[in-house]
């Protein structure tokens, strides 16, 4: 592990951990988040854990009433279900995630987008020997959580669904790195980040070799809750009980973005801004029946939105 990810600086350490993110996205797109250097991504949720923290990230505003991790379904519609209801998007969007809450943060029943998430196989157009092998034995290898699967099962399902579907969104949730820091196991939480970087990195070189899709794709990452930094143990828990765990972080990567890398003169940002944001990467004004966070301009070319 100290061979793998250890260096005497931070910058070196986290180009180490995450190569990705601090050679490809840091020079042709952009990083927020980084607290230390003054640039401020906050929840505006008061509660700062994941059913809460993603639905304000995909509705655009905090319902205090989404304040536990139930499988409730979502009685606010998301940006998901707002892009599928567009003309020429039905059937163009989809959701691949390891915990399965997301049937219900995305309210898969009312909105009619396929979300698949958790112990649930894929079925494709025209399922090939890898997706079989994957349905297959993700039943077959012990899990150590009940409501989340591994991620590399998350990711290669999503891969499968874009070459076979070309979804026009597509959400991916990856979960590991919480599970591992939940647990205190802080190697595999490494090594989890480590293997996070790599499939971004695969869904981003895909898309740039795929003619639907090159100079035409941008990828829009974030995380639904900070994690405690102020005593040795607390990065493992978060919530409104542990002190820094709203700080968030953004990273983002695509033609209508200006390459300025880890943004530090950012006006303040919060998570209920990302919604509004993916509907104008799409070219909509995203709204709902409650005001939504503003579109993050600075991400944009053309700031006149």
């Not at 820094?244 to 695509?254: H, K, T, Y």
């Amino acid at each position: 592990m100290v061979k793998d990810y250890w260096a005497d600086t931070p910058q070196t350490r986290r180009e180490k951990l995450m190569p990705f993110f601090w050679s490809t996205i840091n020079t042709e797109g952009q990083l927020y988040g980084n607290v230390r250097k003054g640039s401020v991504v906050t929840l505006a949720n008061p509660y700062w854990f994941s059913y809460p923290g993603y639905s304000e990230m995909l509705v655009g505003y905090v319902d205090l009433t989404r304040d536990s991790n139930d499988k409730e379904n979502n009685p606010n519609i998301t940006v998901l279900e707002y892009i599928h209801n567009q003309p020429g998007f039905h059937g163009k969007v989809a959701a691949f995630c390891s915990w399965d809450v997301f049937d219900f943060i995305i309210n898969e029943k009312r909105s009619g987008i396929l979300v698949n998430s958790g112990m649930e196989p894929f079925v494709g157009k025209y399922n090939g020997s890898k997706i079989g092998l994957l349905n297959e034995i993700m039943f077959q290898i012990p899990v150590p959580w009940k409501s989340v699967r591994y991620d590399a099962i998350t990711h290669h399902f999503a891969m499968d669904y874009l070459e076979q579907y070309k979804p026009k969104l597509l959400f991916i949730a990856y979960d590991e790195t919480d599970e591992y820091a939940h647990e205190g196991k802080y190697d595999k939480y490494l090594i989890a980040a480590h293997r996070l970087d790599k499939y971004v990195a695969e869904l981003w070189n895909w898309t740039q070799k795929n003619y639907q899709y090159k100079n035409k794709t941008t990828i829009l990452i974030s995380t639904d809750h900070g994690r405690g930094h102020e005593t040795i143990d607390a990065w493992r828990n978060h919530g409104s009980s542990v002190a820094s765990a709203e700080n968030v972080w953004m990273a983002v990567l695509g033609p209508d973005t200006p390459p300025r890398g880890e943004v530090l003169d950012n006006e303040p940002m919060t998570s209920s801004q990302v919604a509004a944001t993916i509907g104008a990467f799409l070219g909509f004004e995203y709204s709902s029946e409650k005001p939504v966070g503003p579109v993050m301009n600075s991400m944009f070319y053309d700031t006149k939105r």
